[in-house]
């Protein structure tokens, strides 16, 4: 049973271009929330995707964006990227938007602005 | 929203030795309390959780206790070993989008 996979693992990218990170949830669950977990922080929420839409959203800017696909998977977009957009960023899912309470975690895409 | 702080941000135990960390949280509406274990380049891991109908839930070596009206909950690890060195987040849930507010983390070592 795979648990939840995040790609690339590592990325570089320079100021204004733009990134886009993907997920796969665990198998079986429908919900997808994306975090931000800056070096030596706790994670932040940036927004949560269920039945593909977003159904919460965190204090960050429009330039973060995300979509759900039919199959469950998500992906995440920073646009007009800023060095302070360099941070761990983490996928999370859970089952029935997430009224099961209990969030898996992926590894992480580690995104480094220069 | 929600506001979790986190006490302290660094601990250090000897093997054996129990370590304890707290979080106090703001809304009182906050119904679910998850802490998770992160190793170096690793991604955060559930530990244990408690829901807020429950003052304590204890787990082999670890427990966590929840204070609904003083609005803070704590973490108890007994007989420390040097795989527990880690750096442990609690969170709080105040609605049931499941979005959750974590703590700024405590880096544990535990010392052979």
């Known amino acids: 049973d795979a648990g939840v996979t995040q790609s690339p693992t590592h990325l570089i990218k320079t100021r204004g271009q733009q990134v886009t990170l993907r997920c796969s949830p665990k198998?079986?669950?429908?919900?997808v929330s994306w975090y931000q977990q800056a070096l030596g922080q706790g994670p932040q929420f940036i927004f949560q995707y269920y039945e593909e839409e977003e159904r919460q959203r965190g204090n960050f800017p429009d330039r973060f964006s995300g979509h759900q696909f039919p199959n469950y998977s998500s992906e995440l977009n920073v646009n007009a990227l800023l060095l302070g957009d360099s941070a761990l960023y983490l996928c999370?899912?859970?089952?029935?938007?997430?009224?099961?309470?209990?969030?898996?975690f992926g590894e992480g895409s580690r995104l480094t602005v220069l | 929203g929600e506001n979790v702080e986190q006490h302290p941000s660094t601990l250090s135990v000897q093997e054996g030795d129990s370590a304890v960390i707290k979080c106090t949280y703001s809304d009182s509406a906050s119904n679910y309390f998850p802490w998770y274990k992160q190793e170096l380049g690793k991604r955060p891991q559930l530990i244990i959780d408690i829901r807020s109908n429950v003052g304590e839930k204890k787990d082999q070596r670890i427990a966590v206790t929840l204070n609904k009206t003083a609005k803070h909950f704590s973490l108890h690890i007994t007989e420390t070993q040097p795989e527990d060195s880690a750096v442990y987040f609690c969170?709080?849930?105040?609605?049931?989008?499941?979005?959750?507010?974590f703590g700024g983390g405590t880096r544990l070592m535990v010392k052979p």
């Open positions: 999370a899912s859970s089952l029935d938007g997430g009224q099961s309470g209990e969030l898996f």
């Open positions: 969170a709080a849930r105040y609605n049931a989008g499941n979005m959750l507010t």
């Open positions: 198998s079986g669950h429908d919900t």
